[in-house]
């Protein structure tokens, strides 16, 4: 009987080395940093979740929101770490699901000067400038999801960084502007020279989300080691520049439906 054996191994070996290589995972994050910057921050979480996963995943870094904005729409990122409307929308529409996020809440709040008595509602500032970050901006699309009438908006003048625009409050440069709540209450503690005319409900933290190209066993492998304390350490750089000490569990319930908040913004209305 003919000896088939060496065939039957050539062939095994063939079908091994001619199968297509898993193509890297793409983790990237909003355009926040600088590319160096941006690198120090994510490049050591992503080298972690490639040993976690047995899988390359590749820190990419996008250098404005524009880019961001359109590969994000496109499906090219596997795992990506931003603000909660940004999650609500991909979970929406492209089956991503947050896994881990940072502990708390966010909030903002709408201030004016203490003296100017014109202003008692956000609605009476339509027409009127609001000192904020440009849109896509988490803070600034919150307060003008407030105003249904698009003929009836304020006019945001970006400003880079909330204290910026709270100085700008006080000079007189804008009527009103956009903080986050905390960060509203300290910079005014001493000068109580603004006032609150409106703070947004609490919205869940930045989170991590991972897109279907990552099978659920592979999403739940990502899920527990960044809740490790290997995981932490390997995400340290990234905690510290946001001033938290950990990750906690993402639920896919408290961001949704907050894709919403993307509407007016070009690319998210599909």
Known sequence: ????????????????????????????????????????????????????????????????????QKEMQKGTYDLVFDGPHFVGWRMAKLGHVPLVKFPGNLSFVVIVKQADTRFNSIQQLAGRTIC????????????????????RQPMIINTQGFAAAYKDVVSGKCVA???????????????????????SEPLPNQALSAGPRIPPEMQQKIYRALLSDEGRTAAAPLLERFKMKEFVPASSKEYLGLGVLLQDVRGFDR
């Open 1 to 68: 009987m003919p000896q088939r054996y060496p065939v039957a191994l050539f062939l095994v070996f063939l079908a091994i080395f001619s199968a297509p290589a898993a193509a890297n995972l793409v983790f990237s994050a909003p355009p926040r940093e600088t590319q160096s910057g941006g690198a120090d921050s994510y490049a050591p979480l992503a080298e972690y979740l490639s040993k976690v996963t047995g899988q390359k995943v590749d820190y990419r870094y996008s250098d404005n929101w524009l880019s961001y």
């Open 132 to 151: 904020a970050h440009a849109p896509p901006n988490l803070a600034t699309l919150t307060v003008l999801y407030e105003f249904k009438n698009p003929a």
């Open 177 to 199: 502007a956009i903080l986050q709540t905390k960060m509203a209450a300290e910079l005014d503690k001493e000068a109580h020279a603004t006032r609150v005319v409106y703070q």
